[in-house]
């Protein structure tokens, strides 16, 4: 039997201890046992709000222990096909395949194991603003905006248009998205900062090269019973007509909701909804959620110097560039991580860099 095989396979049963350990597995999984039991009880449904606020807990336990006990699983079987390797060097072949493959799902939920912030396992709320470019960081801003959809899609998360304004030209000058699932938040944090493009511009007729900033701002999807205390009197709260497409689409009320935060000056706003009600709790959750982003920030300052990601918004500020001329290329400043083909990226394929920050931050901090 090949000592190398070997080896490996004391390497996995190694890591499946500790990811028992570190992934708090034993104690997730009595309490996915206790949600089930919970939701199979009669009248569970007969409060929508608070129902649905239990599957998302056991969506996002699910999405640790179920790929946790597999590999618990598989590793036991690891070890019986060992046996039966050095007993018959035909199943050599199979066991390696085996442990590359168990090798691979270990690094995965390694990764999540490095989502242990306070609101890493919440969904996302997106904010994308066009900044200095013109028309085509409008353009870019909505271009990052279906690249963060996109990655959802793709993984399963669902989307919702909070909020949206469109520029005269072309893209937008600002959107806001809501990315729900399991850890989209702890995901998608090392988003949060400048990303700048460089491409022949499409809205200019002699063909120049253009660099563009985009800004996105990701806060986490709290929920409605975590606790964020804001004084009421300190909020001012403004409404105004929802803009549209013109004509009969045009919002003929004062739906729009913005909302300012008056010590801290943090302005959010909604106006997806045509009832101003639904606008105004909107807006209040996204409040509540940068409030809890900016004390995981100063949390964080605290244990360590932060990485400035938005000290500004033009050159030397950006967190990634994106390339399309001369050559294409997606590079991250912050880790190296780098991709070359462009469209990939922008259709959504950016898992890499975001498994990349994971693993920058808990080198950084170590």
């Given at each position: 039997m090949d000592s190398e095989l070997v080896d490996r396979s004391e390497a996995?049963?190694?890591?499946?201890?500790q990811l028992r350990d570190s992934l708090d597995y034993d104690i997730k999984r009595e309490e996915t046992t206790r949600i089930e039991?919970?939701?199979?009880?009669?009248?569970?449904?007969?409060?929508?709000?608070?129902?649905q606020e239990f599957v998302g807990q056991l969506k996002t336990l699910r999405a640790i222990v179920a790929p946790l006990e597999k590999s618990l699983a598989e590793g036991a079987d690891l070890q019986a096909m060992l046996e039966m390797a050095e007993e018959d060097d035909s199943f050599a072949g199979e066991v390696r395949?085996?442990?590359?493959?168990l090798e691979d799902a270990l690094e995965d939920l390694e990764l999540k194991a490095l989502l242990n912030g306070p609101h890493d396992a919440a969904g996302a709320i997106m904010s994308f603003h066009a900044r200095d470019g013109g028309t085509d960081a409008n353009d870019w801003a909505e271009m990052l905006m279906r690249m963060y959809s996109q990655w959802a899609q793709k993984n399963d998360y669902s989307v919702d248009l909070l909020d949206r304004l469109d520029n005269d030209e072309g893209g937008i000058r600002w959107a806001t998205i809501a990315v729900h699932g399991p850890m989209a938040y702890g995901y998608l944090k090392g988003e949060h900062g400048i990303h700048r493009l460089v491409r022949i511009s499409p809205y200019n007729s002699e063909g120049k090269r253009q660099t563009s900033f985009a800004a996105v701002k990701v806060t986490p999807e709290i929920a409605d019973n975590f606790k964020v205390e804001i004084n009421e009197e300190d909020v001012r709260t403004d409404t105004f007509r929802a803009s549209g497409a013109g004509g009969q689409h045009v919002n003929k009320?004062?739906?729009?909701?913005?909302l300012t935060h008056i010590p801290t000056n943090t302005v959010v706003q909604c106006q997806n909804e045509r009832s101003q009600h639904k606008n105004r709790a909107t807006a209040w959750k996204m409040l509540r959620a940068e409030l809890a982003r900016q004390e995981d920030e100063r949390r964080e300052e605290e244990q360590y110097k932060q990485y400035q990601t938005q000290a500004k918004t033009g050159f030397g500020a950006q967190i990634r560039n994106y390339f399309l001329h001369p050559d294409q290329r997606v590079k991250d400043s912050r880790t190296g991580e780098s991709a070359g083909n462009f469209h990939t990226v922008l259709d959504g394929d950016i898992q890499?860099?975001?498994?990349?920050?994971?693993r920058w931050r808990v080198k950084k901090e170590g």
């Open positions: 996995i049963q190694q890591r499946l201890v039991a919970r939701m199979a009880s009669p009248g569970f449904w007969d409060n929508q709000e608070k129902a395949s085996e442990i590359e493959r009320t004062d739906s729009a909701i913005r890499n860099f975001l498994d990349a920050y994971l």
